[in-house]
């Protein structure tokens, strides 16, 4: 895949990058490791003053970055600046709350025979980051902001498809005044990852991607043993109990399929009634995703921009068509609209069975299959039958339920009522093939340290 800028709402390449040389590489390895002899002594109010100044020129600068991801992967422009100002969020609670996170945990000196005994968290050193095109600043930012708190250095490499995001970090942080160094972005393809991570000045590596990229990653990491974090695709389930609200359920479900047009692995993607609140569930749940307007995501009544890339508008139009051939009902959309750029409608499908692809497959688009069940056990059981265990959505208002959707669900996250998203002050990450570790929160700014025990003799 070019490094390049090809806008989806047209199709139009915009601009064009070369890859950076082995040699320059080098030369940002080289940068990284000796920034970090030094960046490591930080204090934490220093680091602080830094990321504060960076989440000041999101705000201030908001509409021009904004732009820039609408340009480059075809979120709507309001989903864009909402991104942006998630991104200032979360350096400033990182720069808050990094030093309580990492504050030296005490133990029981006297159970160990020493006059002091406790546990420090230390950073690791420069650690890789390959990260996805679909919240191209969100989620670079979620591995940075911690990381650099952490006194950690960070190396980018972002997808192809958004070169420019991927620059602007580097420049963010270097004019929010971090050392020269503490964050660098590589312009790489993807074979060329494998000889960054595997490099001794690495110490580590997240991804956030498709399975196939995370299961090479981890591959090559654990060849080497470095850690890793990963987080990667999902298809949650949307549990919908007699007790739901169904108008707010319904709501809340097109906005959890069609969020950034589709295209997040924590969108609920299959959808599953119980059989007493079924048909009104449907009705309700069409008649939201049939009303969502497609169009220029420039355009502030725009509800769903194009998809990424032509690739991805493939995907769509493959699984669906895979779906109908072998029985399945199209409730709305499922059409390609005439025109340029890489647009899907919003799109409801229902005669899911197993030997459709969607049925375990991920949608990365605005496509929504709904099933109907009995009751809760079967609601459980057919909520878990995919490999992906990240997020999960269950709408009842029965305690009781409530309680065996929290306990017996596999995912790493389950919200009832509400819509699967990401907060700083939640841990976010997933199981099964959904990945492993954490981001976030202060077992986000861990993943990266090293826990080292001091005991200290009499």
């Known amino acids: 895949m070019p490094i390049a800028t090809i806008n989806p709402a047209t199709g139009v390449t915009e601009r064009t990058f070369e890859e950076i040389s082995d040699q320059e590489v080098e030369r940002i390895l080289a940068r990284a490791a000796a920034t970090f002899t030094s960046y490591r002594t930080t204090s934490f109010a220093e680091r602080a003053a830094w990321m504060v100044g960076a989440a000041e020129i999101l705000e201030d600068e908001v509409d021009r970055v904004a732009n820039m991801m609408t340009t480059e992967m075809g979120k709507t422009l309001a989903a864009a600046k909402a991104e942006t100002l998630k991104c200032a969020k979360a350096c400033r609670y990182f720069a808050e709350h990094a030093e309580s996170f990492l504050v030296d945990e005490p133990a029981d000196a006297g159970a160990v025979g020493a006059a002091a005994a406790y546990a420090r968290w230390q950073p690791l050193g420069p650690v890789l980051a390959v990260m996805p095109w679909n919240f191209p600043l969100w989620q670079a930012m979620r591995f940075a902001a911690p990381a650099l708190m952490a006194g950690n250095v ?24 971090f050392p020269e160094g503490a964050f660098q972005t590589m312009l790489i393809s993807a074979p060329r990852v494998e000889a960054v991570i595997r490099d001794d ?114 995907d769509m139009v493959d699984l669906v068509a ?33 030997a459709m692809r969607l049925h375990t497959e991920e949608a990365f688009g605005p496509v929504a299959t709904l099933y109907r069940v009995g009751g809760i056990d079967e609601a459980i059981e057919l909520a878990n039958v995919t490999e992906f265990g990240l997020g999960s959505n269950a709408w009842t208002e029965d305690p009781a339920e409530r309680e065996r959707f929290v306990t017996d669900l596999a995912a790493g996250m389950v919200f009832i009522n509400g819509n699967t998203t990401s907060y700083p002050e939640l841990p976010f990450g997933g199981i099964k093939a959904s990945g492993y570790g954490r981001e976030l929160t202060a077992h986000g700014i861990r993943e990266f340290c090293n826990l080292k025990s001091v005991w200290v003799g009499q």
Not at 163 to 169: E, G, K, L, S
Not at 232 to 260: W, Y
Not at 329 to 344: E, H, M, R, S
């Open 154 to 177: 960070g190396l980018l490499k972002h997808a192809s498809n958004v070169p420019q995001t991927a620059i602007f970090m580097q420049e963010l942080f270097d004019r929010a005044g």
């Open 201 to 314: 000045r690495v110490v580590a590596v997240t991804l956030t991607g498709s399975g196939p990229a995370g299961s090479s990653v981890a591959s090559i990491a654990g060849d080497v043993v470095k850690k890793s974090v990963l987080e990667l695709g999902g298809s949650d389930p949307f549990i919908v109990m007699p007790t739901a609200d169904l108008h707010r359920a319904a709501v809340v479900a097109t906005t959890a399929r069609c969020l950034n047009n589709g295209q997040s692995c924590i969108a609920a993607k299959r959808f599953i009634a119980h059989v007493g609140v079924a048909d009104e569930f449907e009705r309700l749940f069409v008649e939201h995703m049939s009303a969502q307007r497609v169009g220029d995501p420039m355009d502030a009544a725009t509800d769903i921009g194009p998809l990424a890339s032509a690739q991805q508008q493939r």
């Open 322 to 354: 895979d779906a109908v051939a072998k029985g399945a009902t199209v409730l709305c959309g499922g059409v390609v609209p005439d025109g340029k750029g890489f647009y899907y409608p919003p799109t409801v499908l229902t005669g899911i069975t197993p």
